[in-house]
């Protein structure tokens, strides 16, 4: 059997870390994802909230490295979770079991991520240490050149 989704979205509020009794980190968010039509009688995009929930590695990383607002990629498979209520009526939810999560959009302008500031970083470091430096000349003029480009 197949059970694999691929959703892209917006998160609509900050992901929330816990731990379950046996120390397992679980996220859980929520993504805005629109629809690939607009509405007949409105002319908007109807936008569904789906459920996510990232365990283990998955999930800290997502509670460290995105927040409200940014743009995900989630990949997983679709769980549908039954319960009882406090008034005892049977209850069904519909979630996404993250596999993986990528960004989707580019690293916020603030330089925040999860509501904190990195020192040292620029929007430029390009991942590279504070104060990295390359040794020697970074460009060098090539002795042959003529100037002429190849096309």
Partial sequence: ???????????????ELRHTQSGTPVASFSLAVDRDFKDKSTGERVTDWIDVVAWRSTG?????????????????????????????NKRRTAE???????FADSKPNDGQ???????????DDFG???GFQPSGDS????ADDDGDLPF
């Fill in 128 to 130: 590279l240490p504070a």
């Fill in 1 to 15: 059997m197949l059970n694999h989704i691929e959703i892209m979205g917006r998160l609509g509020r900050d992901p």
């Fill in 139 to 142: 460009f060098a003029d090539l």
């Fill in 96 to 102: 996404v079991v993250a596999s993986n999560v990528y």
């Fill in 60 to 88: 800290e990383f997502v509670s460290k490295y995105f927040s409200k607002g940014r743009m995900a990629v989630v990949e997983g498979r679709l769980q549908i979770r039954e319960w009882t209520d406090k008034e005892g």
């Fill in 113 to 123: 991520s999860s509501g904190q500031k990195t020192a040292g970083k620029k929007d």
